[in-house]
């Protein structure tokens, strides 16, 4: 009798546990957002580079894309130094030498940075040796063309020598291409951006440009791209169109499906690119004869921005009140 009670007792406390707790529910998906549209206002000589955020369907920031000359990663890990090819600049590492003395680009092989934003596509390169935990310079001096603004002015060239990497800051020096106007240089790592930027033409200075990375998915900027001739060889040109942020945002394109049925069941399905210019600028299309743009609207992306949220984009224009350089966008939360 007593063995019974005790079993009895057991199951009631075990019952009595069971309905302190919930049973599991689904969580929700998040609602589908509204139909937004805005436009972009970039300017028709292409001036302004614009930073937009998704979910609020806003402008974060803005600047003129001639702001700058070289880009420094701030990652913990990163070292990498890009330039500003809104700009169509170049670089060309001229081997060992004195920094300081004047230098002779005959012949130099000049490289410009991929629009993909591929590590390994950065003109720089690994611009340093280890030395224990310090990251220093290999010696090499570098040629640097800061190439044209916005009405097509040459900008010139300079010598720079990156001399090392230490406890998150970058050290460098800057001169005339041909000699003299020697002037030390410092960027500090800010962990909230992508890159720190610098200006030489501006007097030598750090240039906060970017906002932080968690604030922006997409950039609408002019940038220099790789194109290829019929026969397969490859040559830079100066594009207008739209970068991803590097901070984990993805992207998917999508010529099938009209973009009203464009859902999250649909978007879960696609494949996605890292690739920066995944976006780029093919979504609008030249006619010489007319000398106008006509927009792609068949082209729909879909984006993944860091937090995991899907929303979809489309172009349909690229005017406002006749003038280009106002691509006009319309999105959607799916």
């Given at each position: 009798?007593n063995?019974?009670?005790?079993?009895?007792?057991i199951?009631?406390?075990?019952?009595?546990?069971?309905?302190?707790?919930?049973?599991?529910?689904?969580?929700?998906?998040?609602?589908?957002?509204?139909?937004?549209v805005?436009?972009?206002?970039?300017t028709?000589?292409?001036?302004?580079?614009?930073?937009?955020r998704?979910?609020?369907?806003?402008v974060?920031?803005?600047?003129?894309?001639?702001?700058?000359?070289?880009?420094?990663?701030?990652?913990?890990?990163?070292?990498?130094?890009?330039?500003?090819?809104?700009?169509?600049?170049?670089?060309?590492?001229?081997?060992?030498?004195?920094?300081?003395?004047?230098?002779?680009t005959?012949?130099?092989?000049?490289?410009?940075?991929?629009?993909?934003?591929?590590?390994?596509s950065?003109?720089?390169?690994?611009?340093?040796?280890?030395?224990?935990?310090?990251?220093?310079?290999?010696?090499?001096?570098?040629?640097?063309?800061?190439?044209?603004?916005?009405?097509?002015?040459?900008?010139?060239?300079r010598?720079?020598?990156?001399d090392?990497?230490?406890?998150?800051?970058?050290?460098?020096?800057?001169?005339?291409?041909?000699?003299?106007?020697?002037?030390?240089a410092?960027?500090?790592?800010?962990?909230?951006?992508?890159?720190?930027?610098?200006g030489i033409r501006?007097?030598?200075?750090?240039?906060?440009?970017?906002?932080?990375?968690?604030l922006?998915?997409?950039?609408?900027?002019?940038y220099?791209?790789?194109?290829?001739?019929?026969g397969?060889?490859?040559y830079?040109?100066?594009?207008?169109?739209?970068?991803?942020?590097?901070?984990?945002?993805?992207?998917?394109?999508?010529?099938?499906?009209?973009?009203?049925?464009?859902?999250?069941?649909?978007?879960?399905?696609?494949?996605?690119?890292?690739?920066?210019?995944?976006?780029?600028?093919?979504?609008?299309?030249?006619?010489s004869?007319?000398?106008?743009?006509?927009?792609?609207?068949?082209?729909?992306?879909?984006?993944?921005?860091?937090?995991?949220?899907?929303?979809?984009?489309r172009?349909?224009?690229?005017?406002?009140?006749?003038v280009?350089?106002?691509?006009?966008?319309?999105?959607?939360?799916l």
């Amino acid at each position: 009798m007593n063995r019974l009670i005790c079993c009895i007792m057991i199951l009631l406390i075990a019952t009595g546990l069971g309905s302190c707790f919930k049973t599991d529910t689904a969580v929700p998906e998040p609602e589908r957002g509204n139909v937004l549209v805005d436009t972009i206002s970039m300017t028709s000589s292409y001036l302004y580079q614009v930073y937009f955020r998704l979910d609020s369907g806003m402008v974060v920031a803005t600047n003129k894309r001639t702001d700058s000359d070289l880009g420094f990663e701030c990652r913990a890990e990163g070292f990498h130094i890009i330039l500003n090819t809104a700009d169509f600049m170049r670089i060309a590492d001229m081997g060992i030498r004195t920094f300081g003395e004047p230098v002779d680009t005959t012949g130099a092989e000049w490289k410009f940075d991929k629009s993909d934003g591929n590590p390994d596509s950065i003109a720089t390169g690994r611009w340093f040796t280890l030395n224990g935990t310090d990251t220093v310079s290999n010696g090499h001096v570098w040629a640097l063309d800061l190439g044209r603004d916005t009405l097509g002015t040459y900008l010139g060239l300079r010598q720079i020598i990156f001399d090392s990497l230490k406890l998150g800051t970058y050290y460098f020096r800057t001169a005339a291409i041909n000699g003299g106007n020697i002037s030390p240089a410092l960027v500090s790592k800010e962990p909230s951006v992508n890159y720190l930027y610098f200006g030489i033409r501006a007097g030598n200075v750090v240039l906060p440009l970017e906002p932080p990375k968690n604030l922006y998915d997409l950039e609408f900027t002019q940038y220099t791209t790789l194109l290829f001739t019929d026969g397969g060889a490859a040559y830079p040109y100066l594009v207008t169109g739209v970068l991803s942020n590097p901070d984990g945002v993805r992207v998917a394109v999508d010529t099938v499906n009209a973009f009203s049925t464009i859902d999250l069941t649909l978007a879960r399905t696609l494949h996605y690119s890292l690739s920066q210019d995944a976006i780029g600028y093919n979504w609008k299309v030249y006619n010489s004869t007319a000398d106008a743009y006509t927009v792609r609207t068949n082209l729909s992306y879909v984006i993944r921005n860091s937090l995991g949220y899907y929303y979809k984009l489309r172009f349909i224009s690229f005017y406002k009140a006749g003038v280009k350089g106002y691509p006009v966008i319309e999105t959607q939360r799916l």
